[in-house]
């Protein structure tokens, strides 16, 4: 399993913009998948935006589609999610994740095929 390291997340207000980053602690490490969830104060994760890199496939929440992208950082296997447009429904804390098996690529937002989860960052959206 890989070890995840965030950065990024704080606060903005409405219509702002936040950039999250997530790596691999060990850089020989390549995650079949990778992506951001989201967690509201009792409730589940939720997917926002994953990638399967081999095929460059992507899968984005619903909510977010037009405002958030995700793509590969500067290094190999780093994840970048570019939050434009932010709402305060946006607001939770996000998780990084990484998937090792390939049934990923089906399923990129569901988080029970993720093997590794980051610590999570805050993300706070005010009006």
């Known amino acids: 399993q890989a070890h995840l390291v965030e950065s990024g997340g704080g606060s903005v207000q409405t219509g702002g913009s936040l950039r999250l980053s997530c790596a691999p602690s060990?850089?020989?490490?390549?995650?079949?998948?990778m992506g951001w969830f989201r967690q509201y104060p009792g409730k589940e994760r939720e997917g926002v935006a994953a990638?399967?890199?081999?095929?460059?496939?992507?899968d984005y929440h619903d909510s977010v589609k037009g405002r958030f992208s995700i793509t590969q950082g500067n290094t190999e296997n780093t994840l970048v999610l570019q939050m434009n447009s932010l709402k305060p429904e946006d607001s939770a804390m996000y998780f990084c994740?990484?998937?090792?098996?390939?049934?990923?690529?089906?399923?990129?937002?569901?988080?029970?095929?993720?093997?590794?989860w980051g610590q999570g960052t805050q993300v706070t959206v005010s009006s």
């Open positions: 994740a990484a998937a090792d098996a390939w049934a990923c690529r089906h399923h990129l937002l569901t988080a029970n095929y993720y093997d590794s």
């Open positions: 060990e850089s020989t490490l390549s995650p079949a998948c």
């Open positions: 990638a399967f890199p081999r095929s460059g496939s992507t």
